[in-house]
Structures are given as structure tokens and as C-alpha cells.
């Protein structure tokens, strides 16, 4: 089993997947949607044999690998005054009614952080637990949000939300996958891993 916060399993474990199965058609692998603080609480007790976490940290008993890069860009409504420009600067989200991850996820700090060093305060208008709803949010123009591109793929094809890069320069999040230090990976989880290191 492997466990993932939502942004990634949902958008970005399909890949890794697929190829998995190709190679070893007859693995089963269970994918859970966590929240961060969950996915280590399930390596470290064993419900799960990997883990996929944003910004990871370390934890006692637990060893992180690093992942991929995920990029962060700004996501809007289609035709929303800040898609005016092909880039657009921290500076320009002040004032602006944002949608936020919860206060406790590692993205939302993340975020506050790079505001925070380029002067920008945000009031988040709405606070939520994962991606999906705060797209959702963002398709009905509450707001706007910085979320992993890779994320909103479907919708800016479908013409539903509209992405901008920061003129600031690039702003991403690293990954990292979560094993148990003590704990000796089956043929199947270590397969799991292989496929995820070979990106």
C-alpha cells in the first residue's frame, strides 16, 4: 500500500502507476488519499509500506528520500484581470480575495513564506483541506490560488481556470517519499519505490 496526500495521488501517481503495471502486471497496489500528518502516521505504523508527502520533515523512525519538484503557479478563473499578463508578480495578489490550503498543511506555510519575503499579506477568503476543493472554489470565482500546476491540467485544457507563472521567478515545492527506517520493503513495495526513483 502507499499512501499520498491528495494533490499527488490524485494528479500525479497515475504515471508511476501505469509503468508499474506494465512491468509487473500482476501487482496490486492500494492507493490511500491522506492528509500530510497521516501519511506518516500510516508508514510509521505500518498501514502503509511507502508514503509520498510536500515539504517532508524529518520524523523519528522514518527515512525520507527525496521525489520530484512539484512547480507552483497561480490559478484563476477563466478571464479573471490578473490573466492579463503572461506573468504576475507576488505584489499583485495583494488585496485579492485567495483561497487557501488549512493552516496546518505544509504547502499553505510554504506559500505564506515566499508572500511574506516578497511583502505580500494575504487574507485567505476560504480555508480547505485539499485541492480539489479549492479549484472548485476558484472555478466559481471566490477567489484565486497557488496550487501545483500539474493539479489543474484538465481544467486550463477544458478553458475552466486560467495558470500564470510568477514574475518573482519560479516558486515549487519538493516531495519526498516516506519509508520506515526499521522495516524491510516487500518484492512489491520495492518495486513501488523503484518505479517512483526512476521517475
Not at 479549492?134 to 477544458?158: D, F, H, Y
Request: aromatic residues 6%; hydrophobic residues 45%; glycine residues 8%.
Amino acid at each position: 500500500a502507499l499512501s499520498a496526500i491528495y494533490s499527488v495521488g490524485l494528479h500525479e501517481m497515475q504515471p508511476y502507476v501505469k509503468r508499474l503495471l506494465q512491468k509487473h502486471p500482476r501487482l496490486s497496489v492500494r492507493l490511500n488519499y491522506r492528509r500530510s500528518a497521516q501519511v506518516y502516521e500510516d508508514v510509521a505504523n505500518g498501514a502503509s509500506d511507502l508514503g509520498v508527502v510536500a515539504f517532508p520533515s524529518a520524523q523519528p523512525g522514518l527515512t525520507i528520500l527525496p521525489f520530484k519538484e512539484d512547480t507552483l503557479a497561480l490559478v484563476m478563473p477563466s478571464g479573471h484581470v490578473l490573466g492579463q499578463k503572461p506573468r504576475v508578480s507576488l505584489k499583485a495578489l495583494s488585496g485579492v480575495d485567495f483561497i487557501a490550503f488549512d493552516r496546518d498543511a505544509p504547502t499553505r506555510k510554504a506559500i505564506e513564506r515566499v508572500l511574506k519575503g516578497a511583502g505580500v499579506e494575504i487574507r485567505p477568503t476560504q480555508e480547505m483541506d485539499n485541492v480539489e476543493t479549492i479549484k472548485q472554489a476558484v472555478e466559481l470565482g471566490l477567489g484565486v490560488s497557488i496550487l501545483p500546476r500539474m493539479t489543474v491540467n484538465k481544467e486550463v485544457e477544458a478553458g475552466i481556470l486560467e495558470v500564470r507563472s510568477f514574475a518573482d521567478g519560479n516558486i515549487s515545492r519538493p516531495l519526498g517519499i516516506v519509508l520506515r527506517k526499521d522495516r524491510f520493503l516487500s518484492r512489491a513495495a520495492g518495486a513501488v519505490l523503484e518505479a517512483l526513483q526512476e521517475g
